[in-house]
């Protein structure tokens, strides 16, 4: 049986925490994305120098990166592992392909029942199995069974009991109780599962003596133990309401700055951290009045497009950083579905219809959100109720029969080529929504392709009755390219063209698309987009052009995230 040291609490130095962690220890890094992850305690671990280490992480693409790269890793098991909007993380994907190191990919629901089970003392988590992917397959740590109440098909995963938790939080008091501020990722989880909990943060305060947010997150002492106080300790990612991410020196790749620095960079970034909406808005008000013509382009087409599939009082998450569907989702609430729910940031729920960009993304969020939830939280409300409507996600590899492909590319002969970012919670909520609709930035056969080579995920059940059955609200799986609109057929099960772009061919689309691509008898053509969308967009949305980044590659992307900052910096 696992039980937590329940000790007191002690205040150490990163190094002194450093100290405390062996060879061979599982360490679960928190935070997720670019917010709030352990950056310090990272460094610290780095310095020490620790080998061989089992690394648990959902989504902490920039602190694995680091910690391979220093060579001290010797597993990683994860979700998604990225640098987000620079792409894939490097060293982690190096290491991973060239077999230097081990990694299990697990779905998000594998790995949040693991650690559940773990902190309950459980030797097994129970889930509904992601069917119709590859990790409904039997493994040394995951399996499937019988429910002897219903006999419904589950899912059984290992519990996950890390010896160590990495978490950055913004306040401590002196009393060792620990407050967590906007979205928690799975950190409680984390907290929870494992054997020790050391915690660096922005400041120390009185005794319950915490910056007063009705929506923050508390932990108790006595699953604390250790704390050190580390200003900018998740530097360069955020920690709101201290601190926004730093783009500037993540474009740098310059993670090792001077003191002086760091603390200029802070300061700057606090103030990004304070904008609320009314500042911001009052800002882009002082704007010059960009060009409301009628002529648009293809990124504002398909904002325009997804934007339509939304309805009042519909749910929907934003699960990973995907600008264009954060422009549709916005444009859907200023124009006809006002009273649609929005939740990014993994938890920052039913924030308004506002502007969004790159700097400022997250503190609008923060500031403007009803509540902050965990990751788990969206399972446990939303997700495995069955109660989001309207998920939009990018896919990397898509075939005819609707299955996706966002893990791994293999060869002929099923060797890995190409390690990808991860599926995410993918290959749960495809069979969770009730719609599954994905978006393809450039519609070409090596991505919309005959066969995936690894299932990610797949639309498993597909008529009104396979969904009745299994208690799943009725819907349907789409896909939004920039030349056309496909549909999974309910009868053939396979994707066909409902509607085309103005100004595509039919021949064009076949020619991009690595399949005999068939054509509804019914195809329309898609609507352009009104001259008050466009403004929108252009004016109150999306001024800097942040949808656009998922069009670009290399070069032009970092010229064009360099431009929105600059941008943003001059307000």
């Not at 050391?198 to 319950?208: C, D, H, I, L």
């Not at 909406?277 to 002529?295: E, N, Q, R, V, W």
């Not at 579905?337 to 997250?362: H, N, Q, R, W």
């Amino acid at each position: 049986m696992h039980y937590k040291n329940l000790g007191e609490t002690s205040f150490l130095s990163t190094e002194e925490i450093a100290n405390q962690i062996k060879n061979g220890d599982t360490v679960a890094v928190g935070g997720f994305w670019f917010v709030r992850l352990p950056m310090a305690l990272i460094n610290a671990l780095i310095k020490r120098n620790v080998k061989d280490l089992t690394i648990v992480t959902q989504a902490s693409g920039l602190a694995v990166d680091q910690l391979v790269s220093a060579g001290l890793v010797k597993k990683v098991i994860y979700s998604f592992i990225s640098l987000d909007l620079f792409g894939l993380a490097p060293a982690f994907r190096y290491a991973s392909q060239k077999g230097e190191i081990e990694f299990e990919e697990w779905t998000a629901l594998q790995m949040n029942n693991a650690l559940k089970a773990g902190s309950l003392g459980l030797p097994y988590g129970i889930l509904q199995p992601p069917e119709g992917s590859d990790f409904d397959k039997t493994t040394d740590y995951y399996q499937t069974s019988h429910c002897p109440f219903t006999g419904q098909k589950i899912g059984m995963i290992k519990a996950l009991r890390p010896d160590v938790a990495l978490i950055h939080a913004q306040e401590a008091d002196k009393n060792g109780n620990v407050a967590i501020f906007g979205s928690l990722g799975i950190d409680q989880l984390y907290i929870g599962a494992s054997d020790k909990t050391f915690v660096s943060v922005e400041k120390t305060v009185e005794s319950n003596a915490f910056t007063q947010d009705s929506r923050a997150h508390i932990f108790p002492h006595f699953l604390i133990s250790a704390i050190c106080e580390q200003p900018g300790g998740a530097h360069p990612t955020s920690c709101i309401p201290y601190y926004t991410t730093d783009y500037d020196v993540l474009m740098r790749n310059d993670l090792n700055i001077s003191k002086d620095i760091l603390n200029e960079r802070i300061g700057l970034l606090n103030c990004y951290a304070q904008m609320d909406y009314a500042t911001i808005k009052s800002k882009l008000s002082m704007l010059p009045d960009c060009k409301s013509d009628s002529s648009w382009s293809v990124d504002e087409l398909m904002v325009c497009l997804m934007a339509e599939q939304l309805r009042d009082h519909m749910v929907t998450t934003v699960g990973s950083n995907t600008p264009i569907a954060m422009v549709a989702y916005m444009l859907a609430k200023g124009t006809h579905a006002p009273k649609c729910t929005i939740i990014p940031f993994c938890g920052m729920v039913d924030i308004p219809y506002g502007p969004i960009s790159l700097a400022f993304a997250e503190p609008l969020a923060y500031h403007a959100s009803t509540t902050h939830w965990a990751i788990e939280d969206l399972w446990q409300w939303i997700y495995q109720k069955s109660l989001t409507a309207v998920e939009f996600g990018g896919c990397a590899q898509l075939d005819q029969f609707g299955n996706i492909n966002n893990s791994q590319i293999k060869d002929a002969q099923g060797n890995l080529k190409v390690l990808l970012p991860g599926q995410a919670g993918l290959a749960d909520i495809l069979n969770l929504h009730h719609n599954a609709y994905y978006y393809i930035t450039k519609h070409e056969p090596r991505r919309i392709c005959e066969l995936v080579s690894y299932m990610g995920g797949s639309y498993r059940y597909v008529t009104s009755e396979e969904r009745t059955q299994r208690g799943l609200a009725d819907g349907v799986m789409r896909v939004i390219s920039d030349l056309c609109v496909m549909e999974l057929d309910k009868s053939s099960r396979r994707l066909k063209v409902v509607q085309i772009h103005p100004g595509v061919t039919k021949q064009q689309i076949c020619n991009c698309t690595g399949f005999d691509i068939s054509f509804d008898d019914s195809l329309t053509v898609t609507k352009v987009p009104t001259r008050e969308q466009l403004y929108m967009i252009r004016h109150e949305i999306d001024p800097f052009g942040y949808r656009r980044i998922e069009f670009l590659n290399g070069d032009e992307r970092n010229a064009l995230i360099k431009r929105i900052l600059e941008q943003e910096h001059a307000l």
